[in-house]
């Protein structure tokens, strides 16, 4: 099958699915929302979808089957497309739609007319709002070609991942940028020694990343053992950017301009 083949067959599949399910969901929304209520309808598709969502990706090797020459064999596909097509059904018969009606309702004309409509139905309508797509198709082959082919990785809260996590997960970073503690902290309302420790994640990138080049820094705690480590630990190494750091010596710093 070659690339324009399967670029219509995808937007075949993807034409049924909007018809037969986003659309129709769009229309249910108009005929009892007045009858249901807005709250109710948005409640009620972020459990459907989660629901669905659930049902398709706990047991996902069930639904697509086993491999084999044409494909996939032994799978439920049928079942599949139809939970995959009312996610998006409940998309519009739920949030999609209460989303922006709520807002339209409740602002003005002058507001609504200012081109700001979708920073407001975000806001109000609901916050945590995320739209809710599936990428099924060949996940796990894009997750192995992204880590053995990414190289450079950019951690935008130390807090929010472990240095084995990111080592696990991209075993070629080249290079790394990381950001510990948030911007308040300039304004004395947390404690100075509060975390953001560069230590624990320079000690896993010195046996991981022996081909570590560049190192971004962003509001992270270092001292000198660490700037240490970082210049004896890679010989590649090229550059080391330092933003609103504190804890380290001239000295050190020195020694990681020798070695580079």
Not at 142 to 165: D, K, L, M, W
Request: overall charge positive.
């Amino acid at each position: 099958m070659n690339a324009i083949e399967e670029m219509y067959r995808v937007a075949r599949a993807q034409s049924l699915i909007a018809l037969c399910a986003t659309v129709l969901g769009y229309w249910f929304t108009v005929a009892l929302i007045d009858h249901v209520g807005r709250f109710a309808i948005q409640l009620m598709g972020f459990f459907f979808m989660t629901v669905f969502m659930l049902v398709l990706a706990i047991p996902y090797n069930h639904w697509r089957g086993h491999k084999c020459a044409s494909g996939y064999c032994g799978g439920d596909h049928t079942v599949f497309v139809v939970m995959y097509s009312l996610t998006f059904f409940f998309a519009n018969f739920g949030p999609n739609i209460t989303t922006f009606i709520v807002p339209a309702e409740i602002f003005p004309a002058r507001l609504r007319s200012t081109c700001h409509g979708e920073p407001l139905s975000e806001l109000s309508g609901s916050s945590t709002r995320h739209k809710a797509g599936m990428q099924m198709k060949q996940r796990k082959d894009i997750e192995q070609v992204e880590a053995s082919s990414r190289h450079n990785v950019f951690i935008g809260n130390c807090y929010s991942a472990s240095p084995s996590t990111i080592i696990n997960r991209f075993p070629k970073v080249k290079a790394l940028t990381l950001k510990g503690k948030p911007r308040f902290v300039d304004f004395n309302l947390v404690p100075k020694n509060w975390g953001a420790q560069l230590h624990p994640w320079v000690l896993s990138m010195a046996s991981a990343y022996p081909w570590l080049e560049t190192l971004s820094l962003n509001r992270m705690t270092i001292i000198d053992d660490n700037l240490a480590i970082l210049a004896n630990s890679f010989p590649n190494f090229k550059e080391l950017v330092l933003f609103y750091c504190e804890g380290f010596s001239t000295g050190a710093l020195a020694m990681i301009a020798r070695k580079c």
